[in-house]
T-cell receptor, first 110, second 116 residues
Framework: KNEVEQSPQNLTAQEGEFITINCSYS?????LHWLQQHPGGGIVSLFM???GKKKHGRLIATINIQEKHSSLHITASHPRDSAVYIC????????????FGQGTILTVHP | NAGVMQNPRHLVRRRGQEARLRCSPM?????VYWYRQLPEEGLKFMVY????????ESGMPKERFSAEFPKEGPSILRIQQVVRGDSAAYFC??????????????FGPGTRLLVL
């Protein structure tokens, strides 16, 4: 079993729909990252969370440390949101070594 | 402030050749991480370096792979005698501080290595 599990692996939505991607982890962490990767492209850091909730534009990320679970929500989805979304956790080391989930492939149709 | 730079963006090598991947962190960042993304697989940690020091290389294959981050110049990931299984995207990320709760890593665009 992977230390970081994401669901779903693939997600298809129509433009305007509300989207949720889930991340569960099995190790103690000091922070959790949500990353975005476009096909053939680089990686962009969307959020870093250690507790609670963060919002940036149409993106919302939440984390429940007790339940070892995080969610990434996209409101009013748009085709340009189509990408791979990756959850990554920083463990108990004193530096930022990340362990990654497998990623969720999101496709938003117009 | 330019972002993290990686070059080359694409690299083609024949089996047995050497591959050198470069990563220039953001200005003022002294911590560099290298990650590898194999085809159809997730990202995996390879090595963490500070200026002139390797702090954690637990994700590096024991043979053929080495990394450095000299006092001056970019961080280099070097793969000797490449094999087809080394074909992957290699990303580096930099951060200004390590261990702080607010540490954020900034990723480069990656180097896509193809071994023929």
């Amino acid at each position: 079993k992977n230390e970081v599990e994401q669901s779903p692996q693939n997600l298809t939505a129509q433009e305007g729909e509300f989207i949720t991607i889930n991340c569960s982890y099995s190790v103690g962490i000091s922070a959790l990252h949500w990353l975005q990767q476009h096909p053939g492209g680089g990686i962009v850091s969307l959020f870093m969370l250690s507790s609670g909730k963060k919002k940036h534009g149409r993106l919302i990320a939440t984390i429940n440390i007790q339940e070892k679970h995080s969610s990434l929500h996209i409101t009013a989805s748009h085709p340009r949101d189509s990408a791979v979304y990756i959850c990554a956790v920083r463990g108990g080391t004193s530096y930022g070594k990340l362990t990654f989930g497998q990623g969720t492939i999101l496709t938003v149709h117009p | 402030n330019a972002g993290v730079m990686q070059n080359p963006r694409h690299l083609v090598r024949r089996r047995g050749q050497e591959a050198r991947l470069r990563c220039s962190p953001m200005k003022g960042h002294s911590h560099v991480y290298w990650y590898r993304q194999l085809p159809e697989e997730g990202l995996k940690f390879m090595v963490y370096l500070q200026k002139e020091n390797i702090i954690d290389e637990s994700g590096m294959p024991k043979e053929r792979f080495s990394a450095e981050f000299p006092k001056e110049g970019p961080s280099i990931l070097r793969i000797q005698q490449v094999v087809r299984g080394d074909s992957a995207a290699y990303f580096c990320a930099s951060s200004p501080i390590a261990g702080a709760i607010q540490e954020t890593q900034y990723f480069g665009p990656g180097t896509r290595l193809l071994v023929l």
